[in-house]
């Protein structure tokens, strides 16, 4: 049965109560068998510890999986929040790129402007193998105009990430405008998957018509959308439908953007997904993504992920950190972990670089890093650093 005054159940993928939560994401389901972990940690159903391949907890296990296969949790979550003049509440989403159970909490809020009007954040932990959606309730009562921010982190055993909230306080309140909301805000198809829906969402109090259109960073005409143009009502939603074609291209990593953009002279509305491809082919092919890299935070030390690949069918890659240049002033503030490895045919290896801007002056600084291959030939990384003055802050 599937109606608010049902009994969820906790292993069928579906959210019984209509409360908002699906099987173990459900507070009702927390002393499940199924939601438990321990009781059948080899997903054997026998709800037991004897089998040989029982799971044995570690750093990167997110639950019971089948032979006590490791499960690597990934924290995804939106970066910057604007909550317009006319909502009071807010939701973004906490996902899990990865696998297993990504275990997260919402950390305190740090005003950056007055203090105190986020009122709610709901939830502020939880468990998910997919995604959680949290909502935020802001209060302008008192404030004056101007533009507030506030920033809170969210801490999980699949990364950590900082969450910036942007709110306008305006005497004068906007006519009703279309509000869009795009889920998920990217697509990655991989090296197979072809086909991939989207959800559009007007959570304005106005109508809105939105056309639809495709700007590639690499290649050109494989991908395809539909439909091309939509209409929403307030409170409506509408699915894109967006496929690829990897049919004569070359292989490698192909990029594109869908641009969502409101059919207004009045508003002023563009929502953009970022789309990514791989293409195969044959003998070891050296992929590096993204090819640039922006640090911004206000640390000491700051650290993002690369990513080296294979896109080739039948040969492995042995890839190793090359010559890094740095043009402009300070040297040796970047490190790579590892800084060499093999990665097999349509497979990929993530990079920790680190910067360090300890001792360094305020301004930007750039550095270009080569990664070499044995059988693959080269590609190149530029790093962006921005080292900020703070007042009376040393590194």
């Known amino acids: 049965a599937i109606n608010p005054g049902a009994t969820e159940v906790c292993n069928d993928g579906i959210d019984n109560d209509c ?45 019971g999986n089948p032979g ?32 297993g159970l990504l275990e997260w909490t919402i950390g305190p809020v740090d005003y950056n402007e007055g203090s105190g009007w986020i009122t709610s954040i709901t939830p502020s932990e939880g468990k998910t193998s997919s995604l959680t959606q949290v909502t935020f309730t802001v209060s302008r009562d008192g404030l004056a105009e101007g533009v507030y921010t506030a920033e809170f982190s969210v801490a999980s055993n699949g990364g950590n990430a900082q969450v910036v909230v942007s709110m306008a306080v305006e005497v004068d309140l906007p006519p009703p405008a279309p509000d869009l909301g795009v889920d998920p805000a990217s697509l990655d198809f991989g090296t197979a998957d072809t086909e991939a829906t989207v959800t559009l969402s007007n959570f304005g109090d106005e109508a809105g018509a939105w056309a639809i259109e495709t700007v ?12 091309d143009m939509l209409s929403l009502d307030p409170g409506a939603d509408d699915t894109l439908t967006v496929n690829v074609d990897r049919q004569g291209l070359e292989a490698g990593t192909y990029n594109a953007q869908i641009k969502i953009v409101l059919q207004s002279e009045e508003f002023d509305e563009e929502e953009v997904i970022d789309v990514t491809m791989r293409v195969l082919g044959e003998g070891a092919v050296l992929n590096v993504q993204p090819e640039r890299l922006i640090f911004y935070e206000r640390a000491a030390a700051e650290e993002q992920t690369i990513s080296v690949q294979n896109n080739g069918t039948d040969a492995s890659l042995t890839w190793q950190v090359g010559e890094i240049q740095y043009p402009e002033r300070a040297e040796d503030w970047i490190l ?18 680190t910067v360090n801007r300890d001792g360094l002056q305020p301004g930007f600084y750039i550095a270009n890093i080569k990664i070499t291959s044995q059988n693959a030939g080269t590609a190149n990384i530029q790093v962006i650093m921005w080292v900020p003055l703070i007042k009376g802050l040393r590194w």
């Open 336 to 353: 790579l972990e590892p800084s060499q490895g093999v990665v097999e045919p349509a497979g990929e290896q993530q990079v920790a670089l």
């Open 68 to 99: 006590g296969t490791t499960s690597v949790p990934q924290l995804s979550v939106t970066a910057y929040i604007d909550v317009v003049q006319t909502k009071t509440t807010k939701s973004f989403n906490i996902q899990n790129t990865g696998s």
């Open 216 to 227: 590639y960073a690499d290649g050109q005409g494989w991908l395809s959308i539909a439909p």
């Open 19 to 63: 409360d908002g939560d699906t099987d173990c994401d459900d507070a009702d389901c927390t002393a499940d068998p199924a939601c438990v972990e321990g009781d059948d940690d080899d997903d054997d159903a026998a709800g037991d510890d004897s089998n040989a391949d029982s799971f044995v907890p570690d750093e990167t296990s997110g639950g």
